[in-house]
């Protein structure tokens, strides 16, 4: 991966974290034209090595560190840092694309994935951030948006089974020491979950809601509104699942318009972003283990439900770092640089 002059320079927040070094991968593997590829992180990170492409960098401290002549910040390094620290960046002339939840909810802040709604990004300048959705949300709009396009879609139904990669390192370490004190007869200490998530099921992701929701339903119902169509009437329920990457989804849709299983299949293989692997017979379908590193969003088992007036259901697979955060925060910039709404800086002779 070498640099490439008239690049854009870009600064990744949080490049020690899963998915800051998801991002450091996804841009060497789609050979993003940069200049330069800036590490940051926190006090106790400085000076770890992260890999990108066939260099190795070293994390240089967020505190100290001046954006100006830096084009584009990756940001994943929760949403309390991206509330202090995006506004300042974006201050200085570099564009924030955010991978917390921190900006989604702003009317002033575009909240993108590019096969759904790339034409709103162009609302970025208000504040110099763009917000990446939930995971969870990103893979469902990538496969709702042809539907809606063709059938308008009334409602949908999304019970989710996420995997603990979507809790940080901190969950998938937890699964794999609770699975190794499982079979060693050891004790299992719950830490990063409110419950054991080894060979169990924890119907429960971020905080409880004054409605009973939780806050990750919450955040899918909000953000397919902002990002497909606020016409749209959506419930969930989230399931964190004992499988370390990959999110699952079990989703239900009813729509304004007749769709048969057939059409719907025909729409979704021509979608961007998305892979049909629906074969009615064992095996013939998509599950996390073989979504994981992957970049598309998966879907199968495509039927109709013959319960309400124009009805279908599918299981839709992506990988959560990627699809869900990493690779579509890189997609977000490509948008930038292939629309012409961003210009790297010049930089001084």
Known sequence: MSYQAGGYKVAIVGATGNVGREMLEILADRQFPVSEVVPLASSRSIGTEVSFGDKVLKCKHLDTYDFSDTDICLMSAGGTISKEW???????????????SAWRYDSDVPLIVPEVNADAAAGFKKKNIIANPNCSTAQLVV???PLHDA??????VVSTYQSVSGAGKEGMDELDRQTKALYSLGEVETKKFPKRIAFNLIPHIDVFMEDGFTKEEWKMMAETKKILDPKIKLTATCVRVPVFISHSESVNVEFEKPITAEEATAILRAAPGVLVID???PGGYMTPHEAAGEDATYISR???????ENGLAFWCVSDNLRKGAALNAVQIAEVLMNRKLLAPKKKAA
């Open 279 to 281: 074969k009615r017979e």
């Open 86 to 100: 995006s506004p300042k960046i974006g201050a200085q002339g570099c564009v924030v694309i955010d991978n917390s």
């Open 302 to 308: 495509i039927r109709e439900d013959a319960t309400v």
């Open 143 to 145: 496969a709702l948006k």
């Open 151 to 156: 059938a308008t879609i009334k409602r949908v």
